[in-house]
């Protein structure tokens, strides 16, 4: 009932034109806003932001890399979790050879990196095509996550062969290393994912993403309306790698302080954000959220929900559960909306227009 | 100057310097390769047979391995653990169909496959919640599988072949015969081309896709527990053995996905490749090449065949 | 003057009209197949040519082989003055060459505004910083091409669609949204590949007024392929007349109709 559009009359095609043409929308999203930045900080506890809030921010972030390659360019990649990591490592690099550049600034900046190598391993993409393509990226996946542990100077020759993430203020605030509290590196990241979701927005909603989605839908239709496929393709490479390697970045530093490339970067990495791009819907951002939020908090929910009702699990059960969980939950969503979470939404928001009506 | 004769020059000349360590390399490579074979052919069955690409047939050859040492630990003889564990992957295949591929007939490959992933997963949360996570060794004496090795003198040198490794290569490549005989002569085998053909055209002549769909996942996972015993005999049974079987992925492309001797010779180039390009020119990288090595042959490949070695000509159409 | 002269010399007016494309023996191989064979004709500025033939007669073949899909193994193309040997479609596409398909090939995960929009991608030119912001430039760029759009929209009376993903639309509008995006690129020439295949009368006589408002009002060239010759004769200039793979007749309508050849070639003949 007070969920439509009835009475908002569109008298410009700039408004007709906007992401969020209903008002209500746009009210939904200043409230989300309102309470990622300001209620889950107040509210929200170290604990929350630390296990909960944080992954679900930088695995969104990857979803929505991903998304773009696979979910509105039509390209198979298995290779997410190593582009990750090339921009965990390039934020590395920059930031102990320049420590005097602020540490937000290197974090965007590592997407850079991510691209051009994305780029470097999208470029079979024009003669390799669907499943086919899935061996490239693997390619990519494998050969840079060797890389990570071969090439001591990535982790600057640390004994323990892993990023030790060394502390950087941000506005006078420690904002990475042991000192950051969870509070300032969630608002950060918070940050962060907001402005690269609105470009993302404004990606798939012009010109490119239409092309994009052309090469999608049909490449060769694509290539007589004059879209050229080889750059088309590598743009969207080099947008996901970004994505992909600020997320790596971020995980790095504003989460896990520090770690190995085998353990944050591997194929299962690579797995796990291609489920959330699936279960979240293909070709939506918004699905890409409601993705990463299922499968990031899952496992936690499993891990610290349960004991908290009083049921005792051990750890390795808990672990067992959550792969059969997760397994029998992702046959059962492609079974009940092959679509994703985000055309149950579009569902739900369609049905609530209508409320109380049935049609 | 240096690097061109570390990589193109003093390779060979170690090979031509010991042919017999070539041959053991070679030999080495050969079984890995049959062995990647071995677990690309369960893809090709089920590809062939649903258009499903199969992503949990590396988890299956784990839990058909798991299952059958399992069922030994817990007293069964050997061989009725063998006869049971088929009967579990009979019902796997059975319990696929009807929950998994049944409802989801029709729908664009890209969802199939995403299904098969999550049937990875609760494949991996069962086989260890039920086995656990520890690595155990296959019952290899039990089911009458050779062991040690024979050392054959040649090219000034000894070459040592375990046998273990030659009953491989004699029961997948026999296994290999047999299949595709059963498919280009059967009754059966001609319905299962037609079903990988067009599910609908198949249905209008009367072939039941079901059935056919438990009978290839049967076969596959047949395959997959014979798959295991050898790759359990050889190192030992492990979830570890899941990343090897993504290297069937670079086998299929090469093979390309629908062709039973496609995966044959991909599994051997791949197998080969790996083991030469490790031995020969891994330590100028550093080594561990083999985690990479197998995706960049398939890829230089592709590159020049993108439908695979055996895959038809793409003719595009408009 | 009698109709006749008057006639007579409207057809030395059109005869002297601009070529606008000129295929000159051009051939077509599929491996051992010869799709095409030595076939030379030309399209002038403003007509209406028509490609007729059996099935399998290598008519679709000679569509790709014009806008750069196909390469010819020998023969010449010449379009707007410019001969080419080898190009890309994309190549075709921005010298001013659309077309639509047999088969339906919209964008089906898209909109209609979108499919349409995705044909005005050559005229945009806001470079990829202005299309992260999606304001300024790239924004007023983005209305301005939606405007050209929504005239389009207009003309196809699809305004209803006009937010409708394409792959839930029947067929004969998904006919109709790919001769909008086709539209869209305000082409030189316009290739339709059977426009009307599969549609009932009432859709057809639509598509034939669009077809022949496009031609008058945006003066655009088209060249069709089409199995309906009631059709056909009654809205195409001139027309050729492919038979496996050869040419057999070339011709306005009523020539082509009296041609021995092509009487054979579609009623059979004894032998």
């Known amino acids: 009932m007070f969920y439509r559009e009835a009475g908002q009359f569109k008298t410009t095609y700039a408004s007709d034109m906007a992401v969020l043409p209903i008002l209500q929308d746009r009210i939904g999203l200043a409230v989300i806003l309102l309470i990622g930045f300001v209620g889950i900080p107040l509210l929200g506890g170290n604990f929350f932001l630390q296990t909960v809030m944080i992954p679900f921010l930088v695995f969104s972030l990857a979803a929505i890399g991903l998304n773009i390659l696979t979910g509105y360019t039509?390209?198979?990649?298995?290779?997410?979790?190593?582009?990750?990591?090339?921009?965990?490592?390039?934020?590395?690099?920059?930031?102990?050879?320049?420590?005097?550049?602020?540490?937000?600034?290197?974090?965007?900046?590592?997407?850079?990196?991510?691209?051009?190598?994305?780029?470097?391993?999208?470029?079979?993409?024009?003669?390799?095509?669907?499943?086919?393509l899935i061996v490239a990226t693997l390619a990519a996946q494998f050969f840079l996550q060797w890389s990570f542990v071969r090439i001591p100077w990535l982790y600057n020759y640390n004994a323990s062969g892993a990023i030790e993430v060394p502390q950087r203020l941000f506005a006078g605030i420690?904002?990475?290393?042991?000192?950051?509290?969870?509070?300032?590196?969630?608002?950060?990241?918070?940050?962060?994912?907001?402005?690269?979701t609105w470009i993302a927005s404004n990606l798939v909603h012009g010109r490119i993403g239409r092309s994009w989605m052309a090469v999608r839908d049909m490449d060769i239709a694509a290539e007589?309306?004059?879209?050229?496929?080889?750059?088309?393709?590598?743009?969207?490479?080099?947008?996901?790698?970004?994505?992909?390697?600020?997320?790596?970045?971020?995980?790095?530093?504003?989460?896990?302080?520090?770690?190995?490339?085998?353990?944050?970067?591997?194929?299962?990495?690579?797995?796990?954000?291609?489920?959330?791009?699936?279960?979240?819907?293909?070709?939506?951002?918004?699905?890409?959220?409601?993705?990463?939020?299922?499968?990031?908090?899952?496992?936690?929910?499993?891990?610290?929900?349960?004991?908290?009702?009083?049921?005792?699990?051990?750890?390795?059960?808990?672990?067992?559960?959550?792969?059969?969980?997760?397994?029998?939950?992702?046959?059962?969503?492609?079974?009940?909306?092959?679509?994703?979470?985000?055309?149950?939404?579009?569902?739900?928001?369609?049905?609530l227009r209508m409320w109380p009506f049935p049609y | 100057m240096d690097l061109i004769y570390s990589i193109f020059v003093d390779p060979f000349l170690q090979m031509a310097g010991a042919p017999d360590l070539l041959v053991q390399t070679l030999w080495e490579g050969f079984v890995g390769g049959i062995l990647y074979a071995l677990i690309a052919l369960g893809f090709v069955l089920i590809f062939k047979a649903s258009g499903v690409f199969n992503f949990a047939q590396g988890i299956m050859v784990v839990f058909a391995a798991l299952t059958l040492v399992g069922l030994y630990e817990k007293g069964v003889p050997a061989f009725l653990a063998l006869a049971l564990t088929i009967g579990v992957m009979f019902l796997i295949a059975a319990a696929v169909e009807r929950v998994v591929l049944r409802p989801l007939v029709n729908q664009p490959d890209i969802i199939l496959f995403m299904a098969t992933f999550g049937l990875t997963y609760l494949l991996i949360g069962l086989g260890e919640a039920i086995f656990g996570g520890n690595p155990k060794v296959m019952i290899a004496e039990q089911l009458y599988l050779p062991k040690g090795a024979v050392d054959i003198k040649m090219l000034g040198g000894v070459v040592t072949l375990q046998k273990i490794d030659i009953a491989a290569a004699v029961i997948a490549l026999a296994m290999i015969a047999c299949l595709s005989v059963f498919f280009q002569y059967t009754r059966i085998g001609r319905a299962l081309r037609a079903v990988a053909d067009s599910h609908k055209a198949a249905l209008s002549v009367g072939i039941s896709l079901n059935q056919i769909w438990v009978i290839v996942w049967f076969l596959a996972g047949v395959v997959a527990l014979i798959t295991g015993i050898m790759w359990g005999a050889r190192s030992d049974v492990s979830f570890a053995l899941q990343v090897v079987a993504l290297k069937a992925l670079p086998v299929l492309v090469?093979?390309?996905?629908?062709?039973?001797?496609?995966?044959?010779?991909?599994?051997?180039?791949?197998?080969?490749?790996?083991?030469?390009?490790?031995?020969?020119?891994?330590?100028?990288?550093?080594g561990a090449t083999e985690s990479w090595l197998a995706y960049c042959i398939a890829l230089v490949f592709l590159m020049f065949r993108p439908q695979g070695l055996f895959g038809e000509r793409i003719i595009e159409r408009i | 003057m009698s109709a006749l002269a008057e006639m007579l010399q409207g057809e030395v007016a059109r005869a002297a009209a601009e070529t606008l494309l000129t295929v000159e023996n051009v051939s077509l191989t599929f491996g051992g197949v010869r799709a095409l064979s030595d076939i030379s004709f030309d399209i002038r500025k403003g007509e209406i040519?028509?490609?007729?033939?059996?099935n399998g007669a290598g008519k679709t073949s000679m569509l790709n082989c014009i806008n750069g899909f196909y390469h010819p193994r020998s023969g010449r193309i010449t379009f707007k003055g410019k001969t080419r040997q080898r190009m890309r479609p994309y190549e075709a596409?921005?010298?001013?060459?659309?077309?639509?398909?047999?088969?339906?090939?919209?964008?089906?995960?898209?909109?209609?505004?979108?499919?349409?929009?995705?044909?005005?991608?050559?005229?945009?030119?806001?470079?990829f910083f202005w299309q992260l912001l999606r304001h300024g430039p790239a924004m007023r760029e983005e209305i301005e091409h939606r405007i050209y759009c929504e005239d389009i929209i207009d003309f196809l009376e699809i305004e209803h669609i006009r937010k409708t993903p394409v792959g839930k639309l029947p067929y004969g509008l998904?006919?109709?949204?790919?001769?909008?995006?086709?539209?869209?690129?305000?082409?030189?020439?316009?290739?339709?590949?059977?426009?009307m295949a599969g549609m009932n009368l009432e859709e057809k006589e639509d598509m034939c007024r669009f077809i022949l408002d496009v031609n008058r009002h945006f003066r655009t060239t088209i060249a069709l392929i089409e199995h309906d010759m009631g059709v056909v004769m009654d809205i195409s200039d001139r027309v050729v007349v492919l038979e496996y793979g050869h040419k057999i007749a070339d011709g306005t309508p009523d020539e082509v109709k009296a041609d021995q050849r092509v009487i054979d070639a579609y009623l059979g003949v004894s032998h």
């Open chain 1, 74 to 132: 039509g390209l198979l990649s298995l290779g997410s979790g190593a582009f990750m990591g090339v921009g965990a490592y390039a934020c590395y690099k920059l930031t102990t050879i320049y420590p005097g550049v602020n540490i937000v600034i290197w974090i965007v900046a590592s997407g850079f990196f991510a691209a051009a190598i994305g780029v470097v391993f999208g470029l079979p993409s024009l003669r390799i095509k669907g499943f086919y």
């Open chain 1, 174 to 196: 420690p904002l990475t290393g042991a000192n950051a509290t969870p509070v300032t590196r969630y608002l950060v990241l918070l940050g962060i994912v907001t402005f690269l």
């Open chain 3, 49 to 54: 040519r028509a490609i007729i033939g059996p």
């Open chain 1, 224 to 351: 007589l309306m004059g879209i050229r496929l080889l750059p088309a393709k590598l743009l969207a490479f080099a947008v996901s790698s970004f994505y992909c390697g600020v997320a790596g970045a971020c995980m790095m530093f504003l989460w896990y302080g520090g770690g190995e490339a085998n353990d944050a970067f591997n194929i299962n990495q690579s797995f796990t954000i291609l489920f959330m791009v699936i279960i979240g819907g293909l070709g939506s951002l918004i699905g890409s959220f409601l993705g990463a939020a299922f499968i990031s908090i899952l496992p936690t929910a499993l891990k610290f929900g349960v004991p908290a009702l009083g049921i005792a699990i051990p750890g390795t059960v808990a672990e067992h559960a959550t792969y059969i969980l997760l397994g029998a939950l992702i046959i059962f969503f492609l079974i009940v909306e092959p679509h994703g979470l985000a055309r149950l939404w579009q569902i739900g928001k369609q049905k």
């Open chain 3, 93 to 127: 596409a921005s010298q001013g060459i659309a077309r639509t398909f047999q088969n339906v090939a919209l964008f089906k995960g898209m909109t209609t505004l979108d499919n349409i929009l995705t044909g005005r991608t050559l005229k945009m030119n806001r470079n």
């Open chain 2, 254 to 286: 090469l093979g390309g996905f629908t062709s039973i001797p496609g995966a044959v010779v991909g599994g051997l180039i791949i197998g080969i490749g790996e083991k030469i390009g490790e031995f020969y020119w891994g330590p100028l990288v550093g």
């Open chain 3, 174 to 195: 998904q006919k109709r949204v790919e001769l909008g995006r086709a539209l869209a690129m305000q082409p030189d020439l316009l290739l339709l590949d059977e426009p």
